[in-house]
């Protein structure tokens, strides 16, 4: 019997690691998406500040084949980019979550998932991305090494609430 996927909303941090990180947890998360063991999504907003980030970094390495390598990272890794959030959603969000979640920057990000609700948010900020608004959305959110030690350990099914 085939089992579905896991569904991961990203936050720009775990692509950015994936990227320039050499051995972070969430080169590990990279590879389990470009080999269909887990699907990725996240927000326009992510992508645009991906993009900001990679090229800050590509103007002071004078390596503009940076942009080339996100693009070809987040094609093999199969990312489905969601449209941002409607306005008013976001402001419902941001009634509902800022006293938990502390960075109105996330807000959108959370908003995305909550419209989509996916298996799990995997964010390496976990300062914003906290327990508290995991409990209160009913989203599992992991940084990359808090999901790869759950796989590890096999607490991930039971974590999320699947069949074993």
């Known amino acids: 019997m085939t089992r579905p996927r896991l569904l991961a909303l990203i936050d720009c941090n775990i692509l950015i690691a994936g990227m320039f990180v050499p051995m972070h947890p969430a080169r590990a998360v990279m590879v389990l998406a470009s ?32 942009v080339d390598t996100c693009a070809k990272l987040i094609k093999a890794t199969r990312i489905k980019v969601l449209p941002n959030p409607s306005v008013d959603h976001v402001k419902t969000t941001f009634k509902k979550y800022l006293g938990v979640m502390h960075h109105q920057a996330d807000i959108p990000v959370l908003a995305s998932a909550l419209e989509v609700e996916p298996n799990m948010i995997l964010s390496d900020n976990r300062e914003h991305f906290n327990d508290r608004v995991a409990e209160r959305c009913g989203i599992r959110i992991y940084s990359a090494d808090e999901f790869l030690n759950s796989l590890i350990t096999g607490a991930i099914r039971e974590q999320l609430g699947l069949e074993k």
């Not at 992508?47 to 590509?58: G, N, P, S, T, V």
């Open 35 to 66: 080999n269909k063991h887990l699907d990725l999504i996240t927000c326009r907003e992510v992508i645009e500040d991906i993009e900001d980030e990679i090229l800050e970094r590509a103007k002071i390495r004078n390596d503009y084949e940076l």
